[in-house]
């Protein structure tokens, strides 16, 4: 089991460019989630989706868009790059809604220039 | 709202030392606590949990004892190794609604030999 992938690794953007990060899991969770960790601050959810098809906002939504394409997959879309957005995302994912335990990607390292 | 403050780092010891790392929380229900651990260049994982006042968390010979009347949980382990350098993140859930796990900022541990 390859557990939570996420691509790219890295990632260099200028302000105003779009990407979207993908994240896929094996483990057949329902629950999926995006994390950004900032220095000093954390990891801080963005966007989560406790089962395919629902998505909900988490505490710092702002900028961002979000896809649960299905069972394995939940991306997370930036529409136009701010410097501010500069971090490292984690997505993540648990077996059910309130799991306890939840399993981490090893993250995607976003500069916006 | 609910949130985990922890001990800022960077920690530095020598291998066989004594670690605490402390942790402590505000939170106005009941909640679960966690602590993850994060290696380089890797996501973070689940290291111990307590789930209600007094229960100890253990595991890999690091334990945390949950007291509500502190408001604290505190890592700690007798006897570091230099494989246990890694940034270490205290959390908390609110017991309710697992899709808001609040993190603190992260300790840095690194253990010399």
């Known amino acids: 089991n390859a557990g939570v992938t996420q691509t790219p690794k890295f990632q260099v953007l200028k302000t105003g460019q779009s990407m979207t990060l993908q994240c896929a899991q094996d483990m057949n969770h329902n629950s999926m989630y995006w994390y950004r960790q900032d220095p000093g601050m954390g990891l801080r959810l963005i966007y989560y989706s406790a089962s395919e098809g629902t998505t909900d906002k988490g505490e710092v939504p702002n900028g961002y868009n979000v896809s649960r394409l299905n069972k394995r997959e939940f991306s997370l879309r930036l529409e136009s790059a701010a410097p501010s957005q500069t971090s490292v995302y984690f997505c993540?994912?648990?077996?059910?809604?309130?799991?306890?335990?939840?399993?981490f990607g090893p993250g995607t390292r976003l500069t916006v220039l | 709202g609910d949130s985990v403050t922890q001990m800022e780092g960077p920690v530095t010891l020598s291998e066989e030392a004594f670690l605490t790392i402390n942790c402590t929380y505000t939170?106005?229900?009941?909640?679960?606590l966690f602590w993850y651990v994060q290696y380089p260049g890797e996501g973070l994982q689940l290291l111990l949990k307590a789930t209600k006042a007094d229960d100890k968390g253990s595991n890999k010979g690091f334990e945390a004892t949950y007291r509500k009347e502190t408001t604290s949980f505190h890592l700690e382990k007798g006897s570091v190794q230099v494989s246990d350098s890694a940034v270490y993140f205290c959390a908390l859930s609110d017991g309710l609604n697992n899709n808001d796990m609040r993190f603190g900022a992260g300790t840095r541990l690194t253990v010399k030999p």
């Open positions: 993540a994912s648990s077996e059910v809604p309130g799991s306890d335990e939840q399993f």
């Open positions: 939170a106005t229900g009941y909640p679960s």
